[in-house]
């Protein structure tokens, strides 16, 4: 696991952290990702291609 991921999620990274990982939910033609935004320290950001 990347513990810079683990550390924004607010997730202990030396735990085995497989299943709490967001993961993408695809819809049709839309994805979708939601996580809990859990540190007030860490922007949040969306970017797309």
Same mark, same amino acid.
């Given at each position: 696991?990347?513990?810079?991921? /683990? ?19 695809? /819809? ?8 809990? /935004? ?12």
């Amino acid at each position: 696991m990347n513990r810079l991921l /683990a550390y924004a999620l607010n997730l202990d990274p030396n735990l085995d952290l497989g299943g709490s990982l967001p993961r993408p939910v695809l /819809a049709g033609n839309a994805m979708s990702l939601t996580f809990h /935004a859990g540190r007030a320290d860490v922007t949040y950001t969306v970017e797309t291609r």
